[in-house]
Each structure stands twice: as structure tokens, then as C-alpha cells.
């Protein structure tokens, strides 16, 4: 039945209004305020437009609102308040259902209660915009809030404006509970931090802090994307000073920087300031850690200024492949006749980065004999590359040529990606890593190929910049060695021979162990009156003779008390104890060096003080580097107008909250496209 409606006369219909396509007011025209679904549930009972009222359908509960009022309080009652609508899900607010959940990402389901929430959906929205680098603009799709309208019919979509709002509150209340954490367990941290320059030509700081907590489990938290006014050592220093006191951390153990001069000046200013929080290690005078990744870089870089020939020619012929997809598709069925099974595609590399011609060599390698059958079969090919004098076409010895660089720069590769590690320790991995480089050098430059020569001298002169003398690298890095329970003294100095020589060798454990004694001492005064130190001093009761055994027991104890004073003159210290026991298997690959001084705190408390801090050094610049590739992706010119207080929210939020680790090949790559210009 059709609503009807006279001049000040109340009508009782006993139906719903019609839909918007034939509900019409007087003069015929279609009647928009009947277009809310709220009328397929109510009946109006007034069309007094002073007094209107309506009822509903089911309960038969009344309210003052009619067609030309607001509906929001009938919507309300049929969603949330009434007992006997049949479409309404008849579960208590505090009553939780059981459901099949992750409890972590990748982990198998189990059952789970779960319970409806509000707030608990929009923190789960402004979640996933963050972690998945969303718009906020995605909230207002049409296809978006279809979705959630079959997830949760409850549930009311918000604005963009109000998830802007909740992400800014999400990041307040995590930067929260990081804080305290900082303030009320003094951790000492090791940073992190590099600039970059947006697309938006604003400069940008990143500081990131990476420590061992009270569990051993390693950390790397972003602690803030920031505007800076330039890249002077001061500036940078004086804006990471603040971020420290924001942070309410005043113990900083070491600074990882890459190898621009203005760094000196970073670290440099930071020291004064953490002398004057009485806080430093040693004074801080070994506070500087300069980045490996970016070391080797520019040692590979070096070598790589005059390619080789035979690169030049693989080159062209990979480009020659790539140019057309006719070209790449005949390329695929040579492929497939020749029977060859590998699922690298061919790659271009970029000239100015050398690790993109490791994987252009590595790929196109493994098709020399598709290349092969182009230079018999292919018209196009033999024209541009076989019928000139000499061939242009790589040979059998370019491509034995090509086999030798793979080779040297997959060392060269492997060691970049060990350094970037921040999701595991990697200061005790760096001096092994260091001896594969300066191995692979020293053979190159022994070879009989005079360009391979040439090429390992020139690379040996910038490897000797950095990395030539024991002064010229931080000694806190020799140090993780000797905290490695596998490796100790004895793999120490087998290194320091392969670098240094026989003859040095001896000297610089020496050195190294006196720094570790060094770094206990000053822990000791620190931590000493916290736990138990356990430095030896002869216990009373093992003075003591028992008047009461006879001979033989009197002698065997007395010997006995020897040898244990013997050890005990020994093991003055904690180091002296850790030193003299053997080492862990040094082929267990599956050894975890945090669950070993985890399990062993308790016998070394001090000098698992040390180790946390050694171990927690990152060797390279890569985790504050890889908040750039995400900065460019937030800071994209669709999104260029966002605050700089929202992108520290969306970069810095989405660090604590992601639990997968950085993919390290694409987090290089977008890093170097961001450094020339490409992204």
C-alpha cells in the first residue's frame, strides 16, 4: 500500500513507502527523502510535517521522523536496538564467537574468541594502510566498503579525515609504549642514519636504532623520518641530539654512517654530546662505524671503471634480445631447443652499478648456446654482429671471460648482502667477509691476464684506503670475534695472519683482547652493583682441613685446592673464564650466537653486557637506507602534499608494526633507483 499524504490529515498506512523510481510528491516528480532504506522497516503514521511520526514494522516502537526528516535514528534502532528484526545478528555485545585466526603472519590458524569492536576495525584499517602503503583515499571506494559491508554489516566506514586521525593516534601510542620501554630499561643503542632528498626537493633524515633486549632478540626500529634544513655535519647532528632527548635516550654505543665527509662531523658533534650525558663507552672515542656495504661499493666501483671488452659484448647482445618481443620470444624457443632449464630471464644492466652486471653475466650465461644458435639462424643478429671485422658477437673466451667475473663479484655481492643484514647480527660476520675480499684481490692480482691484473690493482688501492690497517677500522669489530663463541682468539688470529701478516698477528690479538678487558672493566663499573659478579676470589671454606678424614682424603683434597687455585689465578676475570673454554662447532650453521649468550648470561653477567652491545652493531647504512625506497613510495606525486609529521607517522609506524623482514635485493635496488633520480 502507497504512502498517502493530505493537508493536515493523519493517515495510518500499513506498508512501507515506495522506492525512490515511483514514490512522487504532489506535483509528480519523484520524492528523494523516500530513498532511505530506513522506510523498507518503518510505517509512517503522521504526515504532519510539525508532528511526524513513524513505527516500526516489527516491534512496533514509534518515532517523531517522517519523509522529510532525518533517518538516522530509525536506521540506528533496526541495526543495533531492535529485538525482533529478522535480519539484525542476534549476538551480544560482550559475547565473543570462536573463529579459525593466524596468531602470527605465515603461523597455522587456531581457534580463537574474537568479539566486535569499533575501535579494534578502525585501528585494523589505519593498520593496513600503513603497512600496506595504501591511500587514504581507499576508504571511500565503492569497492572497499562493499567489501567490509559483507565482512561486518555494523561496522560504519570512516572518512579519509578520520583514518588520517586514527593513524596519527596509532603512531602517538606505539611511539609511547617505545619510549617507555627506552626510559625504563636505559638501553643502549647503536643508530643508524642517513639523509636523502625527496622528490619534492625537501631533504630528509632517517635514524634508526638497532639493540639487543633483555630476551636477546635484536632489534631495529626506525625512530624518526625528519625534515633537516641540509646536509651539514651540525645541522644533522644537532636534529639527531633531539630526536635522542624525545626518545629519552642518552646511552649511545656506536653511530653507522656512510662515507660522505660531512658524517665526520655527525659523529664528532654526537660524541661531545653523549660525553656530556656521562654516558659513553671508553670515552666514545671509537663510536664512528663506517659503513661496509658503501665501502665496497666504492672499492668495486673502482676496479670496474674501464669494462672489459668481453662485457661490452654480452652486453650488447642481451640488449639486442630485449629490444623487441619478437626478438625476446624467438630468443625463448632457442631455449627450449637447446633444453635448458634455467628461469632467469635476461637482464640490462646499468653501467655505474656493478652488482647489476653480476646479474646480467649470471643470467646470460646460462644461455651461451641460444646465443650461439642466433649467430647461425638469425638473419638479423649475424647482420649487426657477425659480418664485421672482428666479430662484435661474444666468443667462447668472452664468455669464459664472463664466468671469471661472476665469480669475483658474486664474493663481492654475498659480502654486500651479509653486510646489509639488520634482521640478524652482522658484526661478527664482517672480518670473515673481509678475508674472502682481500683473498679474491690478492689472487686477481697474481693472474697472468693483464686487465684482471690492472683491475684487482686498482681495487686493491681503495680497499687499502678503508680497510689496508688495523687503525683504519673500528676495533670493536675484532672484538665480535672474540665474543663469538665459535671463532675466539685462534680464528682471530688466523685472520689477522691472512690480512696482516705473520709477523703483525700475534701483536694485534694482543690488542684486541686488551680492548675486550678494557670494555669489561667500564661495564663492571656500570652494571657491577646489578648482578653477581663472579670475578675469582678464594672462598674461606675451601681453606678449611677436616680434622676428621685420614691421609689419603687429606692429600687428594689438598691437591685438589691446588688446582683450583690454580684456575682460579688463572680466571681473574670473566674474560679469562670465557676465553679458556672451548669453542662451539665452527661448521654448525644453525649455531645462533644470541641463544648462546642468552643460555650463558647467567655464567658471564657482565660480559654479556658487553657482547649485547658488540653484537647489535650494524655494519652497514642499508636499514636506514631501505625507509628511503618506502619514502618513495609514500612521497609518490600522487601523495606529494602530505604533511611531514604524516610521513614520519606512515614510515616509522609501519617499521614496528611490519613482522616480515627486508627483502635486501629489492631494498638495494630501490635504493639505487632512488639515488640517481629514477623513482
Same mark, same amino acid.
Given at each position: 500500500?502507497?504512502?498517502?499524504?493530505?493537508?493536515?490529515?493523519?493517515?495510518?498506512?500499513?506498508?512501507?513507502?515506495?522506492?525512490?523510481?515511483?514514490?512522487?510528491?504532489?506535483?509528480?516528480?519523484?520524492?528523494?527523502?523516500?530513498?532511505?532504506?530506513?522506510?523498507?522497516?518503518?510505517?509512517?503514521?503522521?504526515?504532519?510535517?510539525?508532528?511526524?511520526?513513524?513505527?516500526?514494522?516489527?516491534?512496533?516502537?514509534?518515532?517523531?521522523?517522517?519523509?522529510?526528516?532525518?533517518?538516522?535514528?530509525?536506521?540506528?534502532?533496526?541495526?543495533?536496538?531492535?529485538?525482533?528484526?529478522?535480519?539484525?545478528?542476534?549476538?551480544?555485545?560482550?559475547?565473543?564467537?570462536?573463529?579459525?585466526?593466524?596468531?602470527?603472519?605465515?603461523?597455522?590458524?587456531?581457534?580463537?574468541?574474537?568479539?566486535?569492536?569499533?575501535?579494534?576495525?578502525?585501528?585494523?584499517?589505519?593498520?593496513?594502510?600503513?603497512?600496506?602503503?595504501?591511500?587514504?583515499?581507499?576508504?571511500?571506494?565503492?569497492?572497499?566498503?562493499?567489501?567490509?559491508?559483507?565482512?561486518?554489516?555494523?561496522?560504519?566506514?570512516?572518512?579519509?579525515?578520520?583514518?588520517?586521525?586514527?593513524?596519527?593516534?596509532?603512531?602517538?601510542?606505539?611511539?609511547?609504549?617505545?619510549?617507555?620501554?627506552?626510559?625504563?630499561?636505559?638501553?643502549?643503542?647503536?643508530?643508524?642514519?642517513?639523509?636523502?632528498?625527496?622528490?619534492?626537493?625537501?631533504?630528509?633524515?632517517?635514524?634508526?636504532?638497532?639493540?639487543?633486549?633483555?630476551?636477546?632478540?635484536?632489534?631495529?626500529?626506525?625512530?624518526?623520518?625528519?625534515?633537516?634544513?641540509?646536509?651539514?655535519?651540525?645541522?644533522?647532528?644537532?636534529?639527531?641530539?633531539?630526536?635522542?632527548?624525545?626518545?629519552?635516550?642518552?646511552?649511545?654505543?656506536?653511530?653507522?654512517?656512510?662515507?660522505?665527509?660531512?658524517?665526520?662531523?655527525?659523529?664528532?658533534?654526537?660524541?661531545?654530546?653523549?660525553?656530556?650525558?656521562?654516558?659513553?663507552?671508553?670515552?666514545?672515542?671509537?663510536?664512528?662505524?663506517?659503513?661496509?656495504?658503501?665501502?665496497?661499493?666504492?672499492?668495486?666501483?673502482?676496479?670496474?671503471?674501464?669494462?672489459?671488452?668481453?662485457?661490452?659484448?654480452?652486453?650488447?647482445?642481451?640488449?639486442?634480445?630485449?629490444?623487441?618481443?619478437?626478438?625476446?620470444?624467438?630468443?625463448?624457443?632457442?631455449?627450449?631447443?637447446?633444453?635448458?632449464?634455467?628461469?632467469?630471464?635476461?637482464?640490462?644492466?646499468?653501467?655505474?652499478?656493478?652488482?647489476?652486471?653480476?646479474?646480467?653475466?649470471?643470467?646470460?650465461?646460462?644461455?651461451?648456446?641460444?646465443?650461439?644458435?642466433?649467430?647461425?639462424?638469425?638473419?638479423?643478429?649475424?647482420?649487426?654482429?657477425?659480418?664485421?671485422?672482428?666479430?662484435?658477437?661474444?666468443?667462447?673466451?668472452?664468455?669464459?671471460?664472463?664466468?671469471?667475473?661472476?665469480?669475483?663479484?658474486?664474493?663481492?655481492?654475498?659480502?654486500?648482502?651479509?653486510?646489509?643484514?639488520?634482521?640478524?647480527?652482522?658484526?661478527?660476520?664482517?672480518?670473515?667477509?673481509?678475508?674472502?675480499?682481500?683473498?679474491?684481490?690478492?689472487?686477481?692480482?697474481?693472474?697472468?691476464?693483464?686487465?684482471?691484473?690492472?683491475?684487482?690493482?686498482?681495487?686493491?688501492?681503495?680497499?687499502?684506503?678503508?680497510?689496508?690497517?688495523?687503525?683504519?677500522?673500528?676495533?670493536?669489530?675484532?672484538?665480535?670475534?672474540?665474543?663469538?663463541?665459535?671463532?675466539?682468539?685462534?680464528?682471530?688470529?688466523?685472520?689477522?695472519?691472512?690480512?696482516?701478516?705473520?709477523?703483525?698477528?700475534?701483536?694485534?690479538?694482543?690488542?684486541?683482547?686488551?680492548?675486550?678487558?678494557?670494555?669489561?672493566?667500564?661495564?663492571?663499573?656500570?652494571?657491577?652493583? #646489578?648482578?653477581?659478579? $663472579?670475578?675469582?676470589?678464594? &672462598?674461606?671454606?675451601?681453606? +678449611?682441613?677436616? @680434622? *676428621? /678424614? =685420614?691421609?689419603?682424603?687429606?692429600? #687428594?683434597?689438598?691437591? $685438589?685446592?691446588?688446582?683450583? &687455585?690454580?684456575?682460579?689465578? +688463572?680466571?681473574? @676475570? *670473566? /674474560? =679469562?673464564?670465557?676465553?679458556?673454554?672451548?669453542?662451539?662447532?665452527?661448521?654448525?650453521?644453525?649455531?645462533?650466537?644470541?641463544?648462546?649468550?642468552?643460555?650463558?648470561?647467567?655464567?658471564?653477567?657482565?660480559?654479556?653486557?658487553?657482547?649485547?652491545?658488540?653484537?647489535?652493531?650494524?655494519?652497514?647504512?642499508?636499514?636506514?637506507?631501505?625507509?628511503?625506497?618506502?619514502?618513495?613510495?609514500?612521497?609518490?606525486?600522487?601523495?606529494?602534499?602530505?604533511?611531514?609529521?604524516?610521513?614520519?607517522?606512515?614510515?616509522?609506524?609501519?617499521?614496528?608494526?611490519?613482522?616480515?623482514?627486508?627483502?635486501?635485493?629489492?631494498?638495494?635496488?630501490?635504493?639505487?633507483?632512488?639515488?640517481?633520480?629514477?623513482?
Amino acid at each position: 500500500m502507497t504512502s498517502q499524504f493530505d493537508k493536515g490529515k493523519r493517515v495510518a498506512v500499513d506498508s512501507a513507502p515506495p522506492s525512490s523510481k515511483s514514490s512522487s510528491n504532489a506535483e509528480g516528480t519523484p520524492n528523494k527523502s523516500t530513498t532511505s532504506e530506513a522506510w523498507e522497516h518503518f510505517i509512517q503514521l503522521s504526515s504532519d510535517p510539525l508532528h511526524p511520526r513513524s513505527k516500526c514494522r516489527y516491534c512496533g516502537k514509534e518515532y517523531k521522523c517522517g519523509f522529510n526528516k532525518g533517518t538516522s535514528n530509525l536506521l540506528g534502532h533496526i541495526r543495533e536496538r531492535c529485538l525482533k528484526y529478522p535480519g539484525r545478528a542476534r549476538v551480544d555485545k560482550k559475547q565473543k564467537t570462536l573463529s579459525y585466526q593466524p596468531v602470527k603472519i605465515g603461523e597455522s590458524c587456531s581457534l580463537v574468541s574474537t568479539t566486535y569492536s569499533v575501535e579494534a576495525c578502525r585501528e585494523a584499517i589505519a593498520k593496513f594502510i600503513i603497512k600496506d602503503e595504501m591511500s587514504f583515499r581507499v576508504v571511500e571506494g565503492e569497492g572497499f566498503r562493499e567489501m567490509l559491508r559483507v565482512f561486518e554489516n555494523r561496522f560504519k566506514v570512516p572518512s579519509r579525515t578520520t583514518i588520517a586521525r586514527d593513524i596519527l593516534q596509532l603512531y602517538k601510542k606505539t611511539k609511547k609504549d617505545l619510549t617507555d620501554f627506552f626510559v625504563s630499561s636505559h638501553q643502549r643503542v647503536c643508530l643508524t642514519t642517513d639523509t636523502w632528498t625527496s622528490a619534492q626537493n625537501l631533504c630528509y633524515m632517517c635514524l634508526t636504532a638497532h639493540f639487543i633486549d633483555d630476551n636477546w632478540t635484536l632489534h631495529k626500529k626506525i625512530l624518526n623520518f625528519c625534515q633537516v634544513a641540509d646536509h651539514k655535519g651540525e645541522t644533522i647532528g644537532r636534529q639527531i641530539e633531539t630526536c635522542l632527548l624525545d626518545w629519552g635516550i642518552e646511552r649511545v654505543f656506536t653511530v653507522t654512517v656512510d662515507n660522505a665527509s660531512s658524517n665526520d662531523g655527525v659523529v664528532f658533534y654526537l660524541s661531545k654530546v653523549v660525553n656530556n650525558w656521562n654516558s659513553e663507552i671508553l670515552g666514545g672515542q671509537n663510536m664512528h662505524l663506517r659503513c661496509s656495504a658503501h665501502i665496497l661499493n666504492l672499492i668495486v666501483a673502482e676496479g670496474l671503471k674501464e669494462y672489459h671488452q668481453s662485457i661490452s659484448k654480452i652486453r650488447n647482445v642481451v640488449r639486442f634480445v630485449r629490444s623487441s618481443p619478437s626478438r625476446t620470444q624467438k630468443f625463448k624457443a632457442y631455449a627450449e631447443r637447446e633444453k635448458i632449464s634455467s628461469n632467469k630471464l635476461l637482464c640490462l644492466d646499468v653501467i655505474t652499478r656493478w652488482n647489476s652486471t653480476f646479474f646480467m653475466l649470471e643470467a646470460a650465461e646460462k644461455y651461451e648456446k641460444v646465443f650461439d644458435r642466433l649467430e647461425l639462424h638469425d638473419a638479423q643478429y649475424i647482420r649487426e654482429f657477425c659480418l664485421s671485422e672482428p666479430k662484435t658477437c661474444p666468443s667462447s673466451i668472452d664468455w669464459e671471460y664472463a664466468r671469471y667475473f661472476i665469480k669475483f663479484l658474486k664474493v663481492f655481492h654475498d659480502a654486500t648482502l651479509t653486510f646489509s643484514g639488520s634482521l640478524y647480527v652482522t658484526s661478527n660476520n664482517f672480518l670473515r667477509q673481509l678475508c674472502f675480499i682481500h683473498t679474491q684481490l690478492q689472487a686477481w692480482r697474481d693472474s697472468k691476464d693483464l686487465f684482471l691484473k690492472i683491475m684487482a690493482e686498482n681495487m686493491k688501492k681503495k680497499y687499502d684506503k678503508y680497510w689496508g690497517n688495523y687503525e683504519t677500522i673500528n676495533p670493536y669489530l675484532f672484538v665480535s670475534i672474540l665474543l663469538e663463541p665459535r671463532h675466539k682468539e685462534r680464528f682471530l688470529r688466523y685472520c689477522f695472519v691472512v690480512l696482516f701478516g705473520e709477523f703483525k698477528a700475534n701483536e694485534l690479538v694482543v690488542k684486541v683482547r686488551n680492548n675486550l678487558h678494557s670494555l669489561y672493566e667500564e661495564y663492571k663499573l656500570l652494571y657491577g652493583d #646489578d648482578v653477581e659478579v $663472579m670475578d675469582a676470589v678464594n &672462598d674461606e671454606k675451601d681453606l +678449611e682441613v677436616d @680434622t *676428621e /678424614v =685420614d691421609a689419603r682424603q687429606m692429600f #687428594d683434597s689438598g691437591y $685438589m685446592r691446588i688446582l683450583k &687455585d690454580k684456575i682460579f689465578v +688463572e680466571c681473574k @676475570t *670473566e /674474560v =679469562d673464564l670465557y676465553m679458556l673454554e672451548s669453542c662451539e662447532n665452527p661448521e654448525n650453521e644453525s649455531f645462533d650466537v644470541l641463544d648462546w649468550w642468552k643460555i650463558n648470561s647467567s655464567k658471564y653477567p657482565i660480559l654479556s653486557y658487553v657482547a649485547r652491545d658488540i653484537l647489535a652493531m650494524p655494519v652497514s647504512t642499508v636499514a636506514s637506507e631501505s625507509a628511503f625506497s618506502t619514502g618513495g613510495r609514500v612521497l609518490d606525486p600522487h601523495r606529494c602534499s602530505l604533511s611531514t609529521r604524516t610521513v614520519e607517522a606512515l614510515i616509522c609506524t609501519q617499521n614496528w608494526l611490519r613482522s616480515t623482514p627486508i627483502n635486501l635485493d629489492e631494498a638495494i635496488d630501490e635504493i639505487e633507483h632512488i639515488e640517481t633520480g629514477k623513482m
